[in-house]
């Protein structure tokens, strides 16, 4: 009888060992292509060699997405009102997405989003940092561009396009001038900054802060949004770029996710059939601005490295050839929910080139 127990007991354990290194792995895996890294790891050392043939197999589902976006794109208002009310009442972006001295005040807890079982009770020095009103109560703008950074954009012609747009959305600080000005513009009302390229790109901030502070001045007095408080080490570095920002006079305004927010957005997403174990910082961008804004336009989102058209390579981003992860057996969770949102008309995603004054 005891015997038998034991082992029971002992297979189980070596059954909760294997699940357990197995959701390691997973969560690992997930965790580098994510915007938010949970840990400064390298995804290039780690990653398996890439096969011959990057696209192999990617031709049969470019060729769905293709005819799936093909259809004459129209704005359905009834589920573009639907979608937004059920974001609207779920995650709260308009009034909480970003954190606010009124929306926050001395003494709350605030949960990281990314890490559950760390919370971090706000201090009156970390209460001076956060913006006063919460920038978008109330507030909705007609038309708005959310720009990712697909390699999709490179030679696009889409820069006159993307900043004829009322609101202007980019991710993680990426490089508009030099050439690619013309591609993706240069308008910026928000851009999300990564605390790894903080980490990578200006030391943590640790040594000389004027490289970071000059890198800015792309960017005028636009938003600059980061997710200090979606994993414990965000948190350091996003503070001293809010400082640094307030000591140099740099025009651009530092504000905080709110990482309640993050955690209802995550949920949400999981309801409409998301099993992503982070969002990416581009499905977070345009669930926001479908809260904020009539027509949400997306930019740069392309998760294939060959052209939906042209069928020629393309760089993982416009500006860089850094890989994240290639993976071809299976339609991008994220990507193919908003495709289905460009389908029912609730958004418009734009895989072509630009005409010059097309919107
Ligand atoms: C926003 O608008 C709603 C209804 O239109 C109103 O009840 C609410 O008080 C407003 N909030 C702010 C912050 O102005
Ligand atoms: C983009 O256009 C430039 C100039 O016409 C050309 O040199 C370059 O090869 C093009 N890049 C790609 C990826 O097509």
């Excluded at 606010?100 to 559950?116: C, F, H, I, R």
């Excluded at 140099?248 to 504000?255: E, L, Q, R, T, W």
């Excluded at 989102?301 to 890989?323: Q, V």
Aim: aromatic share 12%.
């Amino acid at each position: 009888m005891r015997g038998q127990l034991l082992k029971t007991l002992f297979s189980l354990m070596i059954t909760l060992l294997f699940v357990g290194s197995l959701l390691t792995t997973f969560i690992w895996y997930m965790f580098n292509d994510n915007n938010v890294e949970p840990h400064r790891t390298n995804p290039q050392k780690k990653s398996a060699p890439q096969p011959s043939d990057p696209c192999k197999g990617c031709r049969e589902i470019i060729d769905n997405v293709i005819e799936r976006y093909s259809q004459t794109w129209k704005k359905k208002e009834d589920n573009y009102q639907n979608f937004r009310s059920q974001l609207n009442s779920k995650c709260r972006g308009f009034n909480k997405a970003i954190i606010t001295q009124a929306n926050t005040p001395v003494g709350s807890k605030l949960v990281y989003d990314g890490e559950k079982r760390r919370s971090l009770q706000v201090t009156p020095a970390i209460f001076s940092t956060f913006v006063k009103e919460h920038p978008f109560s109330n507030k909705t703008w007609g038309t708005c561009a959310v720009v990712g950074n697909g390699g999709i954009l490179t030679n696009s012609s889409c820069g006159q396009t993307i900043d004829s747009a009322q609101f202007v959305i980019r991710c993680n600080l990426p490089p508009l001038k030099n050439g690619y000005e013309k591609h993706v513009g240069i308008k910026t009302d928000l851009v999300t900054a990564n605390p790894s390229i903080l980490v990578e790109k200006y030391g943590a901030l640790m040594g000389h802060r004027r490289p970071f502070v000059d890198s800015l001045y792309t960017y005028g007095n636009s938003l600059l949004l980061l997710p200090a408080f979606s994993f414990g080490h965000n948190t350091p570095v996003s503070l001293r770029a809010a400082y640094t920002i307030e000591d140099f006079g740099s025009p651009i305004k530092p504000v905080f996710f709110n990482p309640e927010y993050l955690q209802r957005l995550a949920v949400f997403w999981r309801s409409q059939g998301l099993r992503a174990v982070r969002l990416s910082t581009g499905i977070i961008m345009a669930s926001l601005a479908l809260e904020l804004c009539a027509d949400v336009h997306l930019y740069g989102f392309w998760p294939f490295s060959t052209h939906p058209h042209g069928f020629h390579p393309l760089t993982n981003h416009y500006y860089d050839d850094r890989k994240t992860k290639m993976k071809f057996h299976a339609m991008p969770a994220e990507f193919d929910l908003l495709l289905r949102l460009h389908s029912q008309g609730v958004l418009r995603l734009h895989l072509g080139d630009c005409r010059p004054h097309e919107k």
